[in-house]
């Protein structure tokens, strides 16, 4: 007895390995984590503690406090007010910090830190989730990823050969401190 017609066309369809990433924007460019390091999403309203420039604030929520890190200086190397100063040099910065050097959040990504404690990256807006093939992750190329604009990353997303990449990031990278990433970029590490 030969099997259902709907038995026959299942096992001919190849099953593609797809992989589940929450995707944010920052600047412009696309950033993505995989599902399984996010614990969740969870809009705010008020970040506290927020001193001349930190790159660290707290949230509270859910009877807790929340430590949340500035993981657009993590990514791009500055805080959004002083993209044009060259970082490390003295003097460059005002001593108090302008309203746009303050981490701005709307929404936090919620993730554990090698410690297990909870940790919040904020975004402006709403992350999605996205199912991506297996087959769309690709490496990052050594050379970039020790003199490239963006860090902390572990690959791409390339979902069509012609789209713009999704940075994919290195969680490990994003949580080290900010002058961890500044010594380990220039030691090639």
Known sequence: MAPPHSLRMFRSKSIAVTQQVIIFSLQQEQFALPLALVVKVMAIDHLYAQ??????????????????????????????GSLGNPSGVEGDRPALASSSEQIVARFLLLVYDMYGELIGLPLDSPPALRRVPESAFKPI???????????????????QPDSRPIFLLNLAQLLQPQHALSSGRSSGT
């Open 51 to 80: 001193v001349g420039g930190s790159e660290t604030a707290l949230a509270f929520a859910q009877n807790q406090d929340i430590p949340v890190i500035a993981i657009h200086q993590r990514i791009f190397g500055s805080s959004k």
């Open 141 to 159: 190329s050594t050379t970039y990823q020790n003199t490239g604009s963006i860090r902390c990353l572990a690959g791409l997303i390339v979902l």
